[in-house]
């Protein structure tokens, strides 16, 4: 490791170690150092920075919102509106119904993962225009996924809030998961890596039940409610079902800057406002430590 | 609705995608090959391409005469300049997406500098964006360059360790191989291919021609030849169930294992 100092210097130079075709080196603190090597890997740990710490994340439900009607997104809009008045808002989008055909005739037609992650975002995309057409009045759009990232900070400084269709940009590189062909980083995996990365105040999901439950509450009513859980006991319980997607307890466990998420029933819009307010409205499930 | 969906399609659009049995089910239908004559090719930034024209020109002479022999997807690692981008981000505290797009510009820088060498050749340059057009151009001319980086960006997960994006050039290449059903996924580096410590800084260092991931697993090396989630997605492939590690230095090596010769270390899916 060389000094601190020389971190950002820009001097390059030859590899004195090997042969006659040299790897020619720009100093750094990483020079040389194999990035595989586990030792190097826990040097880089460091405190990060927040680039949103004053932002709310909100994922809104496809399946479970946008397609239910308007008896259901009208109500959820109003509370969105209300609470553009207070606070600064990014509002993914889930792809819904449509998506869980386009998985269908894609799985049905052999296509991988990938390919299901790539067509899936047209979906959930399609949704982030409904909501920011229904916000439009209040000045909040849906934004193209290709400038979204970069320009947050500046639409969200100039504009109450922005909505992006929340599949994370994997498309082609999504992982392949362990079971089936499903892309495992959805919308809500769009939502909370982006949280992650811009140090939000706030991961809630937007769903049609209160929270988390012992077992599917539509299926079996009297399942019991879960207030709160930790991340490595609800892997422990290996729940058949969950109101989320599983990676997100996967990406809790490292997250640096979120902490928590609360799942919260959209059918009971009041609640949305509650939970940005930091109240225990649905359930929170956190990070161990 | 109903008639317009397979029953799996129905339960699908009426089932939670966190039910295993539902996701079980998805994965029975065959999973169909898209480029299954093309090789992925992952050529190493600080191993490789950092070294300068006396390791790359003898490089890109031996994929030139391979073209018409074999269809060739080349993706660019990134190298010394992504370790120092790296370095001065972590330094000011930089997440780990942010560090991912600067990751991604030095492995681009490598792609376009790459595609420059092979241009006369009609070899284009494509971003991810362009990958609708990749079949054409493979077609056409027999080979594209991409860069190696996946591009997750801003979304890039953090690593259990560290700060470093966990999903760098061997792993963004790996997935490419993988999604488009290839028939090999190449490494190019400066070494022979997997040994139980680096070879550059440990003399006692032995190598491994053939090993599984769940041996490699087994043996826990502190340091490893390719991004270890190569690994974790290696043993959930449905494709591309083995890698090779290669030597690009060693002249004719990159031939071999594109016939499909043993040249280096080859990995394998248990």
């Known amino acids: ?289 | 609705m109903d008639e317009l969906l397979t029953e799996l399609g129905q339960a699908l659009v009426e089932g939670s995608l966190s039910d295993e049995d539902l996701l079980a089910r998805t994965g029975r239908p065959s999973v169909f090959h898209i480029l299954p004559e093309a090789n992925v090719i992952k050529v190493g930034g600080q191993s490789f391409i950092d070294r300068g024209r006396a390791a790359v020109f003898p490089f890109i002479d031996e994929v030139v005469a391979n073209l018409g022999r074999h269809q060739m997807i080349l993706g660019t690692g990134a190298g010394t300049r992504a370790r120092h981008a790296y370095s001065v981000g972590l330094d000011l505290g930089m997440p780990t997406g942010v560090l991912s797009v600067l990751g991604t510009f030095v492995s681009m820088q490598n792609a376009r500098m790459l595609s420059y060498l092979l241009a006369k050749h009609g070899i284009p340059f494509i971003e991810p964006a362009q990958f609708a057009q990749l079949p054409l151009y493979l077609a056409e001319r027999g080979a594209v360059i991409f860069f190696g980086m996946p591009p997750y960006v801003y979304w890039h997960q953090n690593p259990a360790v560290g700060r470093i994006p966990p999903h760098r050039t061997d792993t963004g290449s790996y997935l490419v191989s993988e999604v488009l059903g290839t028939r090999s996924m190449i490494y190019v580096k400066d070494v022979d291919g997997l040994y139980t410590a680096d070879p550059k800084k440990d003399k006692h260092a032995r190598f491994i021609p053939r090993i599984t991931v769940g041996e490699l697993r087994e043996l826990d090396l502190a340091d490893v030849v390719v991004e270890r989630p190569v690994f974790d997605f290696m043993a959930h492939a449905l494709v591309r169930r083995s890698i090779q590690v290669i030597n690009g230095l060693v002249p004719g090596n990159l031939t071999r294992a594109l016939d499909g010769e043993p040249v280096g270390t080859v990995i394998t899916a248990d």
């Open chain 1, 1 to 289: 490791m060389t000094d601190p100092a020389d971190l950002t210097s820009p001097t390059a130079q030859a590899d004195p170690a090997s042969d006659s075709r040299p790897r020619h080196h720009v100093r750094s603190r990483l020079m040389r150092e194999s990035l595989l090597d586990r030792q190097v890997e826990r040097s880089t740990e460091s405190p990060v920075h927040r680039m949103l710490p004053e932002a709310h994340v909100l994922k809104i439900g496809g399946r479970s919102i946008l397609d239910a009607g308007r008896e259901v997104v009208f109500p959820v809009v109003a509370a969105l509106a209300d609470c553009l008045q207070t606070w600064k808002l990014i509002l993914g989008t889930g792809g819904g119904v449509r998506t869980r055909h386009v998985f269908s005739v894609g799985i049905d037609l052999g296509l991988p993962t990938g390919v299901l992650a790539q067509v899936a975002q047209a979906d959930s995309l399609g949704n982030a225009h409904i909501l920011g057409t229904l916000l439009a009045p209040y000045g909040v759009v849906a934004i193209p996924p290709e400038i979204f990232g970069h320009l947050l900070p500046l639409f969200l400084h100039s504009a109450p809030g922005v909505v992006f269709g929340s599949v994370p940009p994997y498309s082609l590189w999504e992982h392949p998961p362990g079971i089936g062909r499903i892309p495992p980083h959805r919308t809500d995996a769009g939502a909370f890596l982006l949280a992650e990365c811009f140090g939000c105040r706030s991961l809630t999901l937007v769903k049609d039940v209160d929270g988390l439950h012992a077992a599917d509450p539509k299926l079996e009513p009297g399942a019991a409610f879960i207030p709160e859980i930790g991340v490595a006991e609800l892997k422990r319980r290996g729940l058949r079902t969950l109101p989320f997607e599983p990676v997100l307890l996967d990406l809790l466990e490292n997250a640096r800057l979120l902490d928590r998420f609360q799942i919260v029933n959209g059918h009971r819009p009041e609640r949305i406002r509650a939970a940005l307010a930091g109240e225990h409205v649905g359930t929170i499930v956190h990070r161990d430590r």
